[in-house]
């Protein structure tokens, strides 16, 4: 949502040039003081931006609290003036309005925060467009940057207008009864908005159901249930001022038009550097394998240690925006450990299920997927060993194997959520087996907005695509039509060699996604898992 914000309006009521000097800071006003008051205008003051429609957020997501004021000279936009208020915000229309405040005479750019958290300081000298926040994790963002009444806003800066700090003068003329003017100053909230939703005329699971596959042991799967979903790599830093780079002889060999620069940061890696995000890839699944032999050694799913964003599992995430393909001024490639996305956890319903790891567990191996461990082993009874389907060993194996998967999920009856991945994860190990837990599947879809586009320098409009990013005051509304393959055991799937550091494979997007632009931006999708 674009909030604008407009200032020039007289407010003439002479009890409201009442200040408190304590909340200005910056270079003395003169004796004759010169004043200012900014028209902050929310919901009604909205209009269309880039490309696409709008929707108007809530009253907890549109709410203007308190309101930060920064004079800052236009060549180095180092912070002149500050004033901070607090209370006293009288509503209008469609927002609110400042009370008229001395501040100092000369010509700067207006930028305004709007609900600054406390924790969050502003100083005299300070170049506002190089300010950034970091430390960010998703407690942050709940408590802090996008919480309800109180969503963290700032000057908008988008890749068309380039809309930033906003021209003023100030003159000794301008008394209480005639406070200095600009023209409207836009706000974005900080915050990327998530949510899904499974397609209104229901999934299509023709591709999973089993109808087209001639092994009976396929596990047909009847129905799925979308247990939730949670964000997988946010950010931990974000500029203050959303940055653009729109000339393309700037960008390295890989020149786009109209790029969104975020802050760069570490992907992570399979030998144990951590990557600089939360809710990494990473935070999903203990993948293992040894160097020595390539025996995996742990295939644990973390999916469960990790909170859900809201009161549901389905509750819309907050995040801050990101773009990874901008690094060290050249287009790279996305990332499975650097691009932000969702993971999704489905439960299917499985005809013939043995019912081993829970009702409606199944198995996988070498792409081919079983209802029970007896299907699977008498195709590959080598997994067990020497053995073969017709011997009296098999049988004895098949059956200790059972038992070897039962034992390691009767742990979760003890409340011991911990120990039975762990086991479980040793049995995955140990055959080299998929293991769908209580018929629990994963799919990850990482997100591309697609109302800002990469051109290629010397190609024509219709060359433009969009790129994997999330950006600020923008929803993404992404809904399910269809799963066309079975997901994965455990978040992300078994690849530790080179992963997350592998690049995302366009082949293997699981979630198309159509968009559209809202006043809180929206990206809206139909998508299809695979």
Not at 163 to 184: L, Y
Not at 307 to 316: A, H, I, M, R
Not at 400 to 426: C, F, G, T, V
Request: glycine share 6%.
């Amino acid at each position: 949502m674009k909030l604008r914000f407009l200032t020039c309006a007289l407010f003439l009521a002479a009890a409201l040039t009442a200040c408190n000097k304590e909340d200005r800071k910056g270079a003395t006003p003169s004796e004759v003081e010169a004043y200012m008051t900014l028209e902050l205008i929310g919901q009604e003051g909205m209009t269309k931006t880039e490309g696409g429609e709008n929707e108007a957020g809530s009253s907890e997501e549109n709410k203007i609290t308190t309101a930060t004021i920064l004079l800052c000279d236009a060549a180095e936009h180092k912070v002149q003036f500050l004033h901070e208020i607090p209370t006293g915000l009288v509503p209008v229309t469609g927002g609110v309005q400042t009370p008229v405040f001395p501040a100092i005479t000369g010509s700067y750019e207006v930028y305004v925060i709007a609900n600054k958290p406390s924790g969050y300081t502003i100083s005299i000298g300070d170049v506002i467009t190089s300010e950034l926040l970091s430390s960010i994790s998703e407690t942050t963002m709940q408590n802090t940057y996008a919480k309800a009444n109180t969503f963290m806003m700032f000057n908008a800066s988008n890749a068309s207008d380039d809309i930033c700090g906003v021209p003023i003068t100030i003159t000794e003329d301008n008394i209480a009864e005639r406070p200095a003017t600009c023209d409207p100053i836009y706000l974005d909230r900080l915050a990327v908005k998530i949510r899904s939703k499974i397609d209104e005329n229901g999934i299509d699971i023709t591709a999973i159901n089993g109808a087209d596959n001639d092994d009976a042991s396929f596990p047909a799967v009847t129905s799925v249930n979308l247990e939730g979903f949670k964000l997988v790599n946010g950010a931990t830093k974000a500029n203050l001022q959303q940055k653009w780079l729109k000339e393309a002889n700037a960008q390295g060999t890989h020149p786009w038009s109209n790029t969104l620069i975020t802050p760069v940061l570490n992907a992570g890696n399979s030998t144990g550097v951590a990557g600089e995000y939360y809710n990494h890839l990473s935070d999903f699944r203990t993948i293992s394998k040894e160097a020595s032999t390539g025996n995996y050694t742990a295939a644990k799913d973390m999916y469960h240690t990790i909170k859900n964003y809201g009161n549901t599992s389905t509750s819309p995430i907050y995040c801050m925006e990101n773009n990874p393909t901008y690094i060290n001024s050249a287009i790279t490639t996305a990332l499975n450990g650097n691009t932000t996305g969702l993971i999704y956890q489905w439960k299917a319903t499985v005809n013939g299920s043995d019912n081993i790891a829970g009702t409606n567990s199944f198995y996988g191996y070498n792409g081919e997927f079983y209802a029970t461990l007896e299907s699977l082993f008498s195709n590959y009874p080598g997994l067990l060993g020497n053995t073969s389907n017709t011997d009296e060993t098999f049988v004895e194996a098949c059956t200790a194997a059972e038992n070897e998967l039962a034992a390691a999920y009767a742990l979760k009856s003890s409340s011991d959520q911990a120990a039975m991945e762990e086991a479980i994860s040793s049995f995955r190990t140990k055959y080299n087996v998929k293991v769908y837990t209580e018929g629990i599947m994963y799919y990850t879809y990482y997100i591309k907005d697609q109302n800002y586009k990469q051109l290629p320098a010397g190609t024509d409009a219709n060359t433009e695509e969009p790129y994997y990013s999330v950006m600020r005051n923008t929803i993404y509304d992404l809904t399910v039509t269809a799963l066309n393959g079975i997901g994965t055991d455990i978040p992300g799937g078994w690849n530790p060699d080179s992963d997350p550091e592998d690049p995302v494979d366009p082949t293997e997007v699981y979630m198309t996604v159509k968009v559209l632009v809202n006043n809180w931006v929206i990206s809206s999708d139909d998508i299809i898992l695979e």
